[in-house]
């Protein structure tokens, strides 16, 4: 009789880490959020009857909720969250114009340009409050202490904002790298002085003339 037992394949930790991380989703996770919807909720909500699509619409609102804050980079929808209806707006529109402006396109990029973003509003809004407080024509000691607390808190956003943004422009425009030569070559003006060469013929026409 031939030997018919099969051969078990054994798999090395590399590829048992690899199968575990494609094959296995977890709530809240992008590709999970997304195999929920179009596996359950849109078919139901979409095409399901009547009752189909009044049981699934929280969920689906609740699903798309989690996928757009998932999505952050691309919708913003997190930072929004930050602030209230006033600066909403504002905080997505400056998004899109310094991701535009600096053709940002990586995800590092984008944040930094979230963080920018919630900065400069910071600064905008509590230099607001503080304002306010200035025509205030009582003064108390708690009020006081109001002032200083916003006073610092411009002073923190503003650096906040520019700390940002000097990081996003030198990701954008990364510093020249230079290998510098022992027989270095200086300009000055339009005259030219090799420091190998230039000194000894210098030296040698001294002997010459000795």
Known sequence: MGNDKKIIKKYSPKETKDILLQSTKFEGDLDYILSQLSDDLLPKYFDGSD???????????????????????????????????YYKGLSRE????????????????????????????RIIDNSRRLNNEFDCKNITPNRNVYISILSK??????????????????????????????NTAFISHNQQINTGSTLRNNEDKTNEAK
């Open 94 to 121: 400056l998004c899109s114009q310094i991701i535009k402006e600096y053709q940002c396109t990586t995800n590092l990029e984008k944040t930094l340009v979230e963080v920018i973003v919630n900065s400069f509003i």
């Open 51 to 85: 009752t189909e699509k009044k049981e699934v619409k929280d969920r689906m609102h609740q699903k798309t909720s989690q996928m757009l804050i998932a999505l952050e980079t691309d919708t913003h929808i997190g930072l929004m969250d930050t602030f209230d209806s």
């Open 153 to 182: 808190q411009v002073d923190r956003a503003n650096r906040q904002y520019l700390n940002a943004l000097i990081a996003l422009k030198q990701l954008k425009s990364p510093s020249i790298e230079m290998n510098i030569k022992t």
